[in-house]
């Protein structure tokens, strides 16, 4: 199972931007963002493939999820609304057939990094 490690979390005021990382310790072929507000269910953000991008509505135009040139997955965040206030998780598996936003899918967590946004 495949280790995950999720940085670059912290506090921003509204239109601000973070870059959140995801480290893996081995291969992934899924790895998607996923985000959690107090008192709501943890919810889809973006998610990467070596033949697909997804976005949800929340992140579409603000949001890009890339992979670097190792193991890390990075969620670049702009014009940041006190709504995507969460702690934000990464999640990764290694068949091909990925289930995105199914949460039930995904083989491996991080532990989260948490975002605040304030106006």
């Known amino acids: 199972q495949v280790q995950l490690m999720e940085s670059g979390g912290g506090s921003v005021q509204v239109g601000g931007t973070l870059r959140l990382s995801c480290a893996a310790s081995?291969?992934?072929?899924?790895v998607g963002w996923f985000r959690q507000a107090p008192g709501k269910e943890r919810e889809g953000v973006a998610g990467i493939s070596p033949s697909s991008i997804r976005y949800t509505a929340s992140a579409q135009g603000r949001f890009t999820v890339t992979k670097d040139n190792g193991k890390n997955i990075l969620l670049q965040m702009n014009d940041l609304k006190p709504e995507d206030t969460a702690t934000y998780y990464c999640?990764?598996?290694?068949?091909?057939?990925?289930?995105?936003?199914?949460?039930?899918?995904?083989?491996?967590w991080g532990q989260g990094t948490q975002v605040a946004v304030s106006s």
């Open positions: 999640a990764a598996d290694t068949r091909s057939d990925c289930g995105w936003w199914s949460r039930k899918f995904w083989n491996s």
């Open positions: 081995g291969n992934t072929y899924c």
